[in-house]
């Protein structure tokens, strides 16, 4: 069984990080009802929602992807690269200690769960702005007796590792290779962004579908063509806070090791 911890969006959600960006006003009652389409298509999806309440003054805290990385064996609690963010983690530790056994990323480490993507027995952490190889050490100690393998990748004009690539399917990375060098990846098939779409490389991959913004016609043309099954939802919101589908949901297999 599949559980995906979620949280409301903050009524700040205008006052957000932008790295790359330019402002433009968030809608947030359209956010609210995109971000339950969300949720509802985890649920039809077979996966159960644990909502956690919206942080009123955590701008951000609806990208719960960035407060944890959760791995079978354990659960590491980020340090996240902006300052504004790092009050985030309190509430994710607190929900995901049910479920694993936690080890904490500490000061000088930062790191972003946005840019952990784990494939097989193998961590990729984009080398970002938010991530730092203190960070990248500590996880790879914190990892090392589960036999994990932790590398870092270069990215370039993203704001994380998984803006540029991630799992689509069982075989099928989606990626933008302008902004990552998929040398390393040889072993997958691979769908690229449409280039008029260069923003579209974030998907959530789930056993029955893989969940993917409608806003971006073009790269699911091609990810139908390549044979991906597709649950569509509403996006365009949290797009303007510099967020895709995976930030907005931890997911991991239920049980304690
Ligand atoms: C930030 O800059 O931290 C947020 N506005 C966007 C975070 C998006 N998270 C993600 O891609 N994992």
Redesign the pocket.
Known sequence: MLIAITRGISPRFNQ????LIDRTPIDIDLACAQHRQYELALERLGVRVEHLPAEIDMP?SV?V??AAVVLDEVAIITRPG?AS?RAETESIEKALSRYRKIVRIEAPGTI???DVLCLEKTVYVGLSTRSNSNAIEQLRSALGPYRYRVEGVPIKYC??L??ALTRASKDTLLCNPAWVDRGRFRSWRFVEVAPEEPAAANIVHLPASAIFPSHYPRTQERLERAGVTLTLVDATEVAK????V??CSLIFTAGRP
């Open positions: 957000c990080e932008l790295t951000d990208f992807e960035d902006a963010r972003d769960g946005g704001l994380h998984k803006s806070a510099e967020g895709a995976t930030c």
